[in-house]
């Protein structure tokens, strides 16, 4: 069973557009959820978490994400998008001890 | 700290060869992990290991083998190389499968099985 669903596998949006990635999770108790980026021909690194306390987390280059339980979502944004913000984005989900990977989405950053 | 150093970076092998990923960390973490990514379908966990002389099976574990003889070390092998282990593998630690710090990750190494 799919514990983490990110919707939509490639994102466009222009230089200064809202950046949207959605992210699901199914899980039977409060989990720790991860967003991670990842540049070409890099490792992934940690863009911002969820583990307990404000649903609204800030990360790394004026991301953030919001911890929903009642939609089981952990959505990422960012409110004006830059070139460098090209990447591919992965949600990510702690269960039964193990960090669970969505399959990414690819975000397109167009001039 | 140089955190998690994986070698090689590229490697490109015979079908039916063998060899072994290397994985090392300095930064005392019990758990060590083996993902394999592919296109579209995200991060694989492999193998992890909850401390030295303890491993267990992810969620894709045919065909590789691990060992953890130290704290530091965790090799990944391969042993019968096929192509459909053409993939880009990275080892991560942590200090405990829930840390809230979240996982180290490598760089990666990019195998090609031709």
């Known amino acids: 069973a799919q514990s983490v669903t990110q919707l939509g596998s490639h994102v466009s949006v222009s230089e200064g557009a809202l950046v949207l990635l959605r992210c699901n999770y199914s899980?039977?108790?409060?989990?720790?959820l991860f967003w991670y980026v990842q540049y070409p021909n890099q490792g992934l690194q940690l863009l911002l978490k969820?583990?307990?306390?404000?649903?609204l987390v800030k990360g790394i280059n004026g991301f953030e994400a919001e911890f929903k339980k009642s939609e089981t979502s952990f959505h990422l944004t960012k409110p004006s998008a830059h070139m460098s913000d090209a990447a591919e984005y992965f949600c990510?989900?702690?269960?039964?001890?193990?960090?669970?990977f969505g399959t990414g989405t690819l975000l397109a950053v167009q001039p | 700290n140089a955190g998690v150093t994986q070698t090689p970076k590229f490697r490109i092998l015979k079908i039916g060869q063998s060899m072994t990923l290397q994985c090392t960390q300095d930064?005392?973490?019990?758990?060590m992990y083996w993902y394999r990514q592919d296109p579209g379908m995200g991060l694989k966990l492999i193998y992890y290991s909850v401390g030295a002389g303890i491993t267990d099976k992810g969620e894709v574990p045919n065909g590789y083998n691990v060992s953890r003889s130290t704290t530091e070390d965790f090799p990944l092998r391969l042993e019968l190389a096929a192509p459909s282990q053409t993939s880009v593998y990275f080892c991560a630690s942590s200090y405990w499968p829930g840390d809230e710090l979240g996982y180290t990750f490598g760089s990666g190494t990019r195998l090609t099985v031709v």
């Open positions: 990510a989900v702690i269960i039964t001890n193990k960090l669970i």
């Open positions: 899980s039977s108790v409060p989990p720790y």
């Open positions: 969820y583990t307990t306390g404000a649903t």
């Open positions: 930064m005392n973490h019990n758990y």
